[in-house]
């Protein structure tokens, strides 16, 4: 199983990045998928999640801003970032696998597969 983000890059703040992560090897439609982020000097965290049926959660830091999603034909997971602020800025990872409790809260290493993430810079 392999999970590549890609999209990230240097933006202004409040405009917009969407990044992707493309699984291969996954049994995708079945698993939750999860989108974290590191800022510098900062522990990861969740941000965003969509379970198995589609359902999705987010941080309180990114309601209303970001939106998670999927395309089960193209194996892909979406992360679309709106007005985003200098705090958004960070590593993104992506993750999958089967965890008990689909939402951002869960810890990144539940999940059984991990991207390598990629960069976004916010000024």
């Known amino acids: 199983v392999q999970l590549v983000e890609s999209g990230g890059g240097s933006v202004q703040a409040v405009g917009s990045l969407r990044l992707s992560c493309a699984a291969s090897g996954l049994t995708y439609p079945r698993v939750c998928m999860a989108w974290f982020r590191q800022g510098p000097g900062k522990e990861r965290e969740g941000v965003a999640a969509?379970?198995?049926?589609?359902?999705?959660s987010y941080a309180d830091s990114v309601k209303g801003r970001f939106t998670i999603s999927k395309d089960n034909d193209k194996n892909t997971l979406y992360l679309e970032m709106n007005s985003l602020k200098p705090e958004d800025a960070g590593t993104y990872y992506c993750a999958a696998g089967y965890v008990y409790n689909c939402r951002p809260g869960t810890r990144f290493a539940a999940f059984g597969h991990r991207g390598q993430g990629t960069q976004v810079t916010v000024s």
């Open positions: 969509i379970d198995s049926d589609g359902s999705t």
